[in-house]
């Protein structure tokens, strides 16, 4: 039985390891962050929507830019303070990326603006045939994938994507299958599910809490490009040791060692799985 256990729990283990380099080099680094303005009641004919910053970006024209209609562009610089500056009409060399145009989806235009650091705030400008429009109401982004929608007519901002709901996804996507991986190799070591249920789902759902809060704080609520793998990695670290402590005391039956080993080596299967599944949770969460 000894050499069955052992076999199980180093077959899992290396499966786990063989795991961790695949879905390392696909976590390196996040996308940047990705803010979406879906535009309600566009202007009629062409017209160009674009983001006012505090920050003024860097040098005007950009290589690319002169394929743009340059009145158009002309009335974005137009709008420009010393407070307000228009991003991506005014930035260069790729550092600001927007979608000035915009592409129909359904009765909207949609406007995708990308760079390694989103500001906190800004307004929206556009820039038609019609004439010039900027909003006086200032968003406040507190997510690293953001979905607003602007109403045109109306020049104001009329929906954004709830963080909570964010927050939400972010730990239903970890928490369900980790319960589910876990449940499994919980079986595989032989352990009661009557006897050990309670421990096991209590224990599974603060650490998952806890990760929830340790990525979602720093992706999702902080709006900031960062490095999932290291985080999720320096996160799983007191996870390993609370869930080592916790199961050897609490649940029932067998050794003190296979209750070691089994938080271990569900840790370890779990975590690769994390690793693996976080670009997918984050192209889930930038549909939101």
């Keep these: 039985m000894k050499k069955r256990l052992s076999s199980l729990f180093a077959c899992v283990f290396l499966l786990a390891i063989i795991a961790l380099p695949t879905a390392a080099s696909a976590n390196s680094a996040m996308p940047d962050p990705i803010l979406t303005v879906k535009v309600k009641n566009a202007p009629d004919g062409e017209y160009y929507l674009d983001l006012l910053i505090h920050e003024r970006p860097w040098n005007s024209f950009p290589d690319g830019f002169y394929e743009y209609d340059p009145a158009l562009l002309e009335g974005l610089f137009s709008l420009h303070t010393e407070d307000w500056w228009p991003s991506v009409a005014w930035s260069s060399h790729g550092y600001w990326q927007g979608d000035l145009a915009g592409t129909p989806s359904g009765e909207m235009m949609v406007h995708a603006f990308s760079v390694y650091s989103l500001p906190r705030e800004f307004r929206i400008a556009v820039s038609s045939a019609s004439g010039l429009r900027a909003t006086d109401q200032i968003f406040h982004r507190d997510a690293y994938y953001t979905t607003i929608i602007y109403d045109y007519a109306a020049n104001r901002i009329a929906y954004a994507t709830p963080v909570w709901l964010a927050y939400l996804i972010q730990f239903l996507c970890t928490c369900i299958p980790t319960l589910l991986i876990e449940g499994v190799i919980l079986l595989l070591f032989r352990f009661d599910w009557r006897k050990n249920r309670k421990v096991f789902l ?53 050794t003190r060692g296979r209750r070691v080993s089994y938080a271990l080596c569900a840790n370890a299967v779990s975590l690769a799985f994390g690793l693996w599944a976080n670009p997918h949770i984050f192209r889930l969460l930038q549909q939101l």
């Design 202 to 254: 209590l224990l599974n759902l603060v650490t998952q809490a806890f990760l929830t809060w340790c990525m979602a704080g720093q992706y999702i609520g902080s709006g900031d490009r960062g490095y999932p793998f290291l985080m999720m990695i320096l996160a799983e670290v007191p996870i390993f040791i609370a869930e080592a402590v916790v199961c050897a005391m609490k649940l029932k039956g067998h």
